[in-house]
C-alpha cells in the first residue's frame, strides 16, 4: 500500500529535445519498463513529436503531454498552436508557464492564466509552473513570489476544472543547474503552496490538487523529494531524456 494519499504524477519535459525518430526509439523502450506502472507517467514532448508519441503510447499508460499553447482557438497569431488543436489530436496535458518560458518568451502571470482557462475549456490537463529565482530565494520572498504567481496564474478558475490543474513548483535556481532543493525546502515551498490553494479555491479542493516538484530531480534523489508529505510526484527535466534513468525514476515512484 502507497504511504501517499494522492496519486503520484511522474511527469518528463523534453523541453527542445528529441525528434521523430527519438521520440519512437523512446516510446519504444519505455513502453514495456513501465508496463505495470500504479503511478501516472507522462511524457511532455514537442509539438512536432506529438503525434508518433501519442500513437506509440496508444494502449499503453503513458500519457502524452505539449509544453505550451496559445489562449486563443484559432486566429492569426503565426507560429502559434492552439489547446484546441492539442485537444483535438488527443493531447491531454499542457505544461504553462515553465520559467524558460517566462525568462525567455515573455510568458508572464497574465499570459499564464489566460492559457489556464483556455485549456481547462477545452478538457486538457495543465501543469502550472512557479518558482523563484536564486536571488528571491536570498532575499526571503520565496513564499510572497510564489503566492502572487498562484493568485494570478489561477484566477477565475471554473469550479469544474479546478482539479485539472497540476502544480509544478520548480526553483530556477534548481532548474538543469545538478543543484536540488532539499526536501525539506522543497516540502516547505510545496506546503505553502497548497495552502494558498486552500485559500483560492476549498481546503478540499487543495488536499486533492496535485502538486510535483521539479529542478535536477534523477533517480538518485527523488524518493526522499517524492515521500514529502505534500509532494505528488515530479517535472523531470534532464533525466527524462534517458530511458533507463527515467524508467528508474517510475520504479522508485512505484514502490512509495
Ligand atoms: P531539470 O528540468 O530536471 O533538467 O532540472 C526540470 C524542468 O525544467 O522542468
Not at 514532448?45 to 499503453?60: C, D, M
Not at 489556464?116 to 520572498?141: F, M, P
Not at 527523488?222 to 527524462?240: H, N, P, T, V, W
Amino acid at each position: 500500500m502507497s504511504v501517499k494519499k494522492r496519486k503520484i504524477l511522474v511527469a518528463g519535459n523534453w523541453k527542445m529535445n528529441n525528434n521523430n525518430k527519438e521520440t519512437e526509439h523512446f516510446l519504444q523502450q519505455i513502453k514495456k519498463g513501465v508496463e505495470n506502472a500504479k503511478v501516472e507517467v507522462l511524457l511532455c514532448v514537442p509539438f512536432t513529436s506529438l503525434n508518433v508519441a501519442l500513437n506509440l503510447a496508444k494502449e499503453s499508460n503513458i500519457k502524452i503531454g505539449a509544453q505550451n499553447c496559445h489562449f486563443k482557438d484559432s486566429g492569426a497569431y503565426t507560429g502559434e498552436i492552439s489547446p484546441l488543436m492539442l485537444k483535438e489530436i488527443g493531447v491531454e496535458y499542457v505544461i504553462l508557464g515553465h520559467s524558460e518560458r517566462r525568462e525567455y518568451f515573455n510568458e508572464t502571470d497574465e499570459t499564464v492564466n489566460l492559457k489556464l482557462n483556455a485549456s481547462l475549456k477545452h478538457g486538457l490537463k495543465a501543469i502550472v509552473c512557479v518558482g523563484e529565482t536564486l536571488k528571491q530565494r536570498e532575499d526571503k520572498v520565496t513564499k510572497e513570489i510564489i503566492s502572487m504567481q498562484l493568485k494570478k496564474g489561477l484566477k477565475n478558475i471554473a469550479k469544474e476544472h479546478i482539479l485539472n490543474i497540476i502544480i509544478a513548483y520548480e526553483p530556477i535556481w534548481a532548474i538543469g543547474t545538478g543543484k536540488t532543493a532539499s526536501k525539506e525546502e522543497a516540502q516547505e515551498v510545496c506546503e505553502h503552496i497548497r495552502d494558498v490553494l486552500g485559500k483560492i479555491f476549498s481546503q478540499e479542493e487543495a488536499e486533492e490538487i496535485l502538486i510535483l516538484y521539479g529542478g535536477s530531480v534523477k533517480a538518485s534523489n527523488c524518493k526522499e523529494i517524492f515521500m514529502q508529505k505534500d509532494i505528488d510526484g515530479g517535472l523531470i527535466g534532464g533525466a527524462s531524456l534517458n530511458v533507463s534513468e527515467f524508467e528508474e525514476i517510475v520504479s522508485i515512484a512505484n514502490a512509495i
